[in-house]
Protein backbone atom coordinates (compact mmCIF):
# COMPACT_ATOMS: atom_id res chain seq x y z
CA UNK A 1 0.00 0.00 0.00
CA UNK A 2 1.13 3.46 -0.65
CA UNK A 3 0.26 6.05 1.55
CA UNK A 4 1.17 9.91 0.86
CA UNK A 5 1.11 13.25 3.22
CA UNK A 6 -0.14 16.32 1.86
CA UNK A 7 0.91 18.58 4.68
CA UNK A 8 0.13 22.05 5.00
CA UNK A 9 -1.70 25.34 7.17
CA UNK A 10 -4.79 25.17 5.15
CA UNK A 11 -6.07 28.30 6.73
CA UNK A 12 -8.14 27.93 4.72
CA UNK A 13 -8.10 25.11 2.11
CA UNK A 14 -8.21 26.63 -1.35
CA UNK A 15 -9.41 25.00 -4.62
CA UNK A 16 -5.33 25.03 -5.42
CA UNK A 17 -4.83 22.27 -2.36
CA UNK A 18 -7.93 20.45 -3.47
CA UNK A 19 -6.22 19.93 -6.41
CA UNK A 20 -3.03 18.83 -5.51
CA UNK A 21 -5.15 16.51 -2.89
CA UNK A 22 -7.39 15.01 -5.82
CA UNK A 23 -4.21 14.47 -7.79
CA UNK A 24 -2.32 12.64 -4.89
CA UNK A 25 -5.02 10.46 -4.49
CA UNK A 26 -5.19 9.28 -7.77
CA UNK A 27 -1.33 8.54 -7.13
CA UNK A 28 -1.05 6.90 -3.77
CA UNK A 29 -3.63 4.28 -2.61
CA UNK A 30 -4.31 6.23 0.59
CA UNK A 31 -3.42 9.96 1.19
CA UNK A 32 -3.58 11.82 4.36
CA UNK A 33 -4.00 15.59 4.74
CA UNK A 34 -2.32 17.01 7.88
CA UNK A 35 -2.89 20.13 8.88
CA UNK A 36 0.08 21.32 10.76
CA UNK A 37 -0.61 22.43 14.12
CA UNK A 38 1.70 25.87 14.74
CA UNK A 39 1.22 27.11 19.06
CA UNK A 40 3.29 30.08 17.67
CA UNK A 41 0.90 30.97 14.99
CA UNK A 42 -2.79 31.70 15.51
CA UNK A 43 -4.58 31.92 12.11
CA UNK A 44 -7.67 33.03 11.14
CA UNK A 45 -8.96 29.76 11.20
CA UNK A 46 -8.59 27.16 13.88
CA UNK A 47 -6.88 23.62 14.03
CA UNK A 48 -10.68 21.97 14.47
CA UNK A 49 -12.12 24.50 11.80
CA UNK A 50 -9.58 23.64 9.38
CA UNK A 51 -9.94 20.12 9.77
CA UNK A 52 -13.85 19.95 9.67
CA UNK A 53 -13.13 22.08 6.43
CA UNK A 54 -10.77 19.75 4.60
CA UNK A 55 -13.11 16.70 6.04
CA UNK A 56 -15.94 18.16 4.36
CA UNK A 57 -14.35 19.27 1.31
CA UNK A 58 -12.34 15.92 0.78
CA UNK A 59 -15.22 13.95 1.74
CA UNK A 60 -15.88 12.60 -2.05
CA UNK A 61 -12.41 10.45 -2.05
CA UNK A 62 -12.79 7.64 -0.18
CA UNK A 63 -8.67 7.06 0.02
CA UNK A 64 -8.50 10.30 1.63
CA UNK A 65 -8.23 11.00 5.44
CA UNK A 66 -7.52 14.25 7.66
CA UNK A 67 -5.21 14.48 10.36
CA UNK A 68 -2.89 17.81 12.46
CA UNK A 69 0.05 16.96 13.50
CA UNK A 70 2.94 19.61 15.20
CA UNK A 71 6.06 18.71 15.81
CA UNK A 72 8.58 17.62 12.68
CA UNK A 73 6.68 15.99 9.34
CA UNK A 74 8.93 13.38 9.53
CA UNK A 75 8.08 12.57 12.98
CA UNK A 76 4.77 12.41 11.50
CA UNK A 77 5.57 10.73 8.27
CA UNK A 78 7.99 7.68 10.63
CA UNK A 79 4.38 7.33 13.09
CA UNK A 80 1.70 6.71 10.52
CA UNK A 81 4.35 4.98 8.13
CA UNK A 82 3.99 7.39 5.38
CA UNK A 83 7.01 7.81 2.79
CA UNK A 84 5.79 10.14 0.47
CA UNK A 85 5.12 14.03 0.85
CA UNK A 86 3.25 15.59 -1.53
CA UNK A 87 3.53 19.51 -2.75
CA UNK A 88 2.21 21.80 -4.72
CA UNK A 89 4.63 24.00 -7.02
CA UNK A 90 2.36 26.95 -8.22
CA UNK A 91 6.03 28.65 -9.73
CA UNK A 92 9.30 28.99 -9.60
CA UNK A 93 9.89 31.24 -7.18
CA UNK A 94 8.03 28.50 -4.69
CA UNK A 95 10.76 25.64 -5.91
CA UNK A 96 13.83 27.16 -3.93
CA UNK A 97 12.18 26.97 -0.56
CA UNK A 98 10.77 23.42 -1.01
CA UNK A 99 13.61 22.26 -2.19
CA UNK A 100 15.27 22.67 1.13
CA UNK A 101 12.94 21.68 2.83
CA UNK A 102 12.05 18.53 0.91
CA UNK A 103 16.59 17.92 1.28
CA UNK A 104 16.18 18.60 4.73
CA UNK A 105 13.23 16.22 4.65
CA UNK A 106 15.13 13.22 3.27
CA UNK A 107 17.85 14.13 5.05
CA UNK A 108 16.31 13.25 8.35
CA UNK A 109 14.28 10.30 7.43
CA UNK A 110 13.39 7.90 4.42
CA UNK A 111 10.98 10.45 3.19
CA UNK A 112 10.65 11.76 -0.19
CA UNK A 113 9.24 14.50 -1.79
CA UNK A 114 7.21 14.59 -4.60
CA UNK A 115 5.75 17.90 -6.25
CA UNK A 116 3.42 18.33 -8.48
CA UNK A 117 2.74 21.53 -10.61
CA UNK A 118 -0.15 23.43 -9.74
CA UNK A 119 -2.94 24.05 -12.69
CA UNK A 120 -2.35 27.27 -14.30
CA UNK A 121 -5.58 28.56 -13.11
CA UNK A 122 -4.22 28.05 -9.46
CA UNK A 123 -0.84 29.56 -9.75
CA UNK A 124 -1.48 32.63 -8.10
CA UNK A 125 -3.58 31.33 -5.85
CA UNK A 126 -2.54 31.20 -1.56
CA UNK A 127 -4.49 31.10 1.50
CA UNK A 128 -2.75 34.37 2.70
CA UNK A 129 -3.75 36.59 -0.26
CA UNK A 130 -7.40 34.96 -0.71
CA UNK A 131 -7.74 36.02 3.31
CA UNK A 132 -6.25 39.59 2.46
CA UNK A 133 -9.30 40.60 -0.49
CA UNK A 134 -11.88 38.37 1.37
CA UNK A 135 -10.86 40.98 3.93
CA UNK A 136 -11.65 44.26 2.16
CA UNK A 137 -14.46 42.92 0.31
CA UNK A 138 -12.95 41.61 -2.45
CA UNK A 139 -15.22 38.14 -4.73
CA UNK A 140 -12.74 35.21 -3.76
CA UNK A 141 -16.33 32.69 -4.39
CA UNK A 142 -14.61 31.35 -7.47
CA UNK A 143 -10.86 30.32 -5.68
CA UNK A 144 -12.84 28.55 -2.91
CA UNK A 145 -14.61 25.39 -2.43
CA UNK A 146 -18.03 26.70 -1.59
CA UNK A 147 -18.23 25.16 2.29
CA UNK A 148 -15.30 27.35 2.89
CA UNK A 149 -15.88 30.54 1.08
CA UNK A 150 -19.18 30.63 3.27
CA UNK A 151 -16.96 29.37 6.39
CA UNK A 152 -14.72 32.75 5.43
CA UNK A 153 -17.82 34.96 5.12
CA UNK A 154 -18.59 34.29 8.72
CA UNK A 155 -15.11 34.96 10.13
CA UNK A 156 -14.53 38.02 8.22
CA UNK A 157 -16.57 41.22 9.43
CA UNK A 158 -18.75 43.00 6.44
CA UNK A 159 -16.23 45.17 5.17
CA UNK A 160 -17.23 49.30 5.63
CA UNK A 161 -18.73 50.63 2.36
CA UNK A 162 -16.65 53.00 0.15
CA UNK A 163 -16.45 56.16 1.28
CA UNK A 164 -17.74 58.66 -1.79
O1 LIG B 1 0.93 25.42 4.00
P1 LIG B 1 2.34 25.72 4.43
O2 LIG B 1 2.34 26.70 5.58
O3 LIG B 1 3.21 26.14 3.28
O4 LIG B 1 2.94 24.32 4.97
C1 LIG B 1 4.26 24.24 5.45
C2 LIG B 1 4.49 22.90 6.18
C3 LIG B 1 3.45 22.68 7.24
C4 LIG B 1 4.42 21.78 5.18
C5 LIG B 1 5.92 22.98 6.80
O5 LIG B 1 6.06 24.18 7.49
C6 LIG B 1 6.20 21.82 7.74
O6 LIG B 1 6.41 20.71 7.32
N1 LIG B 1 6.20 22.12 9.06
C7 LIG B 1 6.39 21.13 10.10
C8 LIG B 1 7.72 21.37 10.85
C9 LIG B 1 8.86 20.74 10.09
O7 LIG B 1 8.89 19.56 9.83
N2 LIG B 1 9.83 21.59 9.73
C10 LIG B 1 10.99 21.20 8.99
C11 LIG B 1 10.77 21.35 7.51
S1 LIG B 1 12.22 20.97 6.64
Given at each position: MTHAVCPGSFDPPTLGHLDIIARAARL????????????????????????????????????????????????YCRRRHISAIVKGLRAVSDFDYELQMAQMNSGLADVD????PTSPEH???????VKQVAS?????????????????????????????
Amino acid sequence: MTHAVCPGSFDPPTLGHLDIIARAARLFDTVTVAVLVNPNKTGLFDTAERLELLRTTTAGWANVSVDSFHGLLVDYCRRRHISAIVKGLRAVSDFDYELQMAQMNSGLADVDTLFIPTSPEHSFLSSSLVKQVASYGGDVSALLPPEVNAALRRKLPTPLPERP
